[in-house]
């Protein structure tokens, strides 16, 4: 629900926390207002710091009255501290929560090195790229940073047009829009160097169809025809130079920099995706460690690393290497392969079947395994325990191996054709 005329009921005995706004057109006094105005102050998580009235019938002028009224019918025989209302200043409450905005933002990032450059801010929030669960275990002081800025920018927008009644100097003013600027942009570093931007390609036929579907508009043009495309995905699409130019401008000087920044997204992906195929992005994260550390040996030459790690891109992003088999031709079939032909190679008591159009006895066992599951799953099987053992089971059926079964099964589970 978005929007609630309310005449005569719902003002008094009723609680709605993510209730944010009331637009008041009826004349009301006493504890009948205040009870009225208090709809908006009740707290629905970090995103509501209070609520905002619009008072059409200047009612505010009866507030401290209403207070009054509201406060003397409270029981205070009771023990413990009396209850108390109080009307806070608007400003003031606004300045004291912005000082405090850029207060956190500054102790956050105060443990970074000195002299705190670029470089030195994604070090402290993403870690060294050459320790594979960096990344990861950074994550807390990334989040703590995201919200910090989202803190700061909407403690910023209270304010904003009133920086001067708040009680702030030109010179006041200047120096926090400067910080601001520094504060977004380092928000925006971060978020690219650790691959945690929104990649809006996921989304993209979904959206096509509502802006199709409900908005009018004349054609539009395009400014850049890279936005909401992932720095992966553009490496692949338009080669690294051109990714770079585009999507780490800011940083294209600073070499390490951009360097760390492909890598961690290469991690990042590595990670999110370890699940679906474990052999393979172990490979992937094998090759990754070897890029990072010639390079921070000087082993390499800067053109050098560039086309190994767009190399490593791209077979990340389409999670399969050179000369894969055609038959591979979806995730799933690509997982079970990378995760089943070095245990078709050493299990000396697995007897393949008769070869599949002459392909390998993995590619075989693949090819079986992939048609049973898909015929023989049960309709919406995840979560349920029963009808995960009968996946189970199809996956024994044709292996034969428990141990099998058991790195078998997690891969399925996790991807999304089975």
Same mark, same amino acid.
Not at 96 to 112: I, R
Not at 326 to 336: F, K, V
Not at 385 to 410: C, G, H, L, S
């Given at each position: 629900?978005?929007?609630?005329?309310?005449?005569?009921?719902?003002?008094?005995?009723?609680?709605?926390?993510?209730?944010s706004?009331?637009?008041?057109?009826?004349?009301?006094?006493?504890h009948?207002?205040?009870?009225?105005?208090?709809r908006?102050?009740?707290?629905?998580?970090e995103?509501?710091?209070?609520?905002?009235?619009?008072?059409y019938?200047?009612?505010?002028?009866? +507030?401290?009255k209403? /207070?009054?009224? %509201?406060?003397?019918?409270?029981?205070?025989?009771?023990?413990?501290?009396?209850?108390?209302?109080?009307?806070?200043?608007?400003?003031d409450?606004?300045r004291?929560?912005?000082?405090a905005?850029?207060?956190a933002l500054?102790?956050?990032?105060q443990?970074?090195?000195?002299?705190?450059?670029?470089?030195?801010?994604i070090?402290?929030?993403?870690g060294?790229?050459?320790?594979?669960t960096?990344?990861?275990?950074?994550?807390?002081?990334?989040v703590?940073? %995201?919200?910090?800025?989202?803190?700061?920018?909407?403690a910023?927008a209270n304010?904003?047009?009133?920086?001067?009644?708040?009680?702030?100097?030109?010179h006041d003013?200047?120096r926090?829009k400067?910080?601001m600027?520094?504060?977004? @942009?380092l928000?925006?570093?971060?978020?690219?160097?650790?691959?945690?931007?929104?990649?809006l390609?996921?989304?993209?036929a979904?959206?096509?169809?509502l802006?199709?579907?409900?908005?009018?508009a004349s054609?539009?043009?395009? /400014?850049?025809?890279?936005?909401g495309i992932?720095l992966?995905?553009?490496i692949?699409?338009?080669? /690294?130079a051109?990714?770079?130019?585009?999507?780490?401008?800011?940083?294209?000087?600073n070499h @390490?920099?951009?360097?760390?920044?492909?890598?961690?997204?290469?991690?990042?992906?590595i990670?999110?995706?370890?699940?679906?195929d474990?052999?393979?992005f172990?490979?992937?994260?094998a090759?990754l460690?070897?890029?990072?550390?010639?390079?921070?040996?000087k082993?390499?030459?800067?053109?050098?690393?560039?086309r190994?790690i767009?190399?490593?891109?791209a077979? +990340?992003?389409?999670?399969?290497?050179?000369h894969?088999?055609?038959q591979?031709?979806?995730?799933?079939?690509?997982?079970?392969?990378?995760?089943?032909?070095?245990?078709?190679? +050493?299990?000396a008591?697995?007897e393949?079947?008769?070869?599949y159009?002459?392909?390998?006895?993995?590619?075989?066992l693949v090819m079986?395994?992939d048609?049973?599951?898909?015929?023989?799953?049960p309709?919406?099987w995840?979560?349920?325990?029963q009808?995960?053992q009968m996946?189970k089971?199809?996956?024994?059926?044709?292996?034969?191996?428990? @141990?099998?079964?058991?790195r078998?099964y997690?891969?399925?589970?996790?991807?999304?054709?089975?």
């Amino acid at each position: 629900m978005k929007l609630l005329v309310v005449v005569d009921k719902l003002l008094t005995g009723f609680d709605a926390p993510p209730c944010s706004y009331l637009y008041i057109d009826k004349s009301m006094q006493d504890h009948g207002l205040f009870q009225a105005i208090c709809r908006t102050n009740r707290l629905d998580g970090e995103d509501k710091h209070f609520g905002y009235v619009v008072d059409y019938k200047d009612l505010f002028k009866r +507030v401290e009255k209403a /207070i009054a009224v %509201y406060t003397s019918e409270l029981d205070t025989s009771a023990d413990g501290s009396d209850p108390q209302v109080m009307l806070k200043d608007r400003l003031d409450l606004g300045r004291e929560k912005l000082d405090a905005a850029f207060e956190a933002l500054h102790l956050l990032c105060q443990p970074v090195k000195p002299p705190q450059g670029e470089l030195d801010h994604i070090h402290y929030f993403c870690g060294n790229t050459e320790i594979p669960t960096d990344l990861q275990e950074r994550e807390p002081q990334r989040v703590a940073l %995201y919200r910090a800025v989202v803190a700061l920018v909407r403690a910023w927008a209270n304010v904003a047009d009133e920086l001067e009644g708040a009680g702030y100097s030109a010179h006041d003013r200047e120096r926090m829009k400067t910080q601001m600027k520094h504060y977004l @942009d380092l928000r925006d570093v971060i978020r690219l160097a650790s691959g945690e931007t929104l990649d809006l390609k996921a989304y993209e036929a979904d959206m096509r169809h509502l802006i199709d579907t409900y908005i009018e508009a004349s054609a539009p043009r395009t /400014i850049s025809p890279f936005d909401g495309i992932g720095l992966l995905d553009l490496i692949v699409k338009t080669g /690294i130079a051109e990714a770079i130019a585009n999507k780490l401008a800011g940083l294209k000087d600073n070499h @390490d920099a951009v360097a760390e920044s492909i890598e961690n997204n290469v991690r990042s992906k590595i990670i999110k995706e370890q699940l679906a195929d474990p052999a393979f992005f172990e490979r992937m994260s094998a090759l990754l460690d070897e890029i990072i550390r010639l390079r921070k040996q000087k082993a390499i030459e800067y053109e050098e690393y560039l086309r190994r790690i767009a190399d490593l891109t791209a077979k +990340v992003m389409s999670g399969k290497v050179e000369h894969t088999p055609i038959q591979l031709n979806t995730p799933g079939r690509l997982a079970l392969y990378n995760n089943l032909k070095d245990w078709v190679t +050493v299990n000396a008591s697995h007897e393949p079947h008769a070869p599949y159009g002459g392909v390998d006895a993995a590619l075989e066992l693949v090819m079986t395994l992939d048609a049973a599951i898909k015929q023989e799953r049960p309709h919406d099987w995840r979560g349920m325990f029963q009808k995960e053992q009968m996946v189970k089971q199809t996956i024994f059926n044709v292996v034969r191996d428990i @141990d099998a079964v058991n790195r078998i099964y997690p891969i399925v589970f996790a991807q999304p054709e089975y």
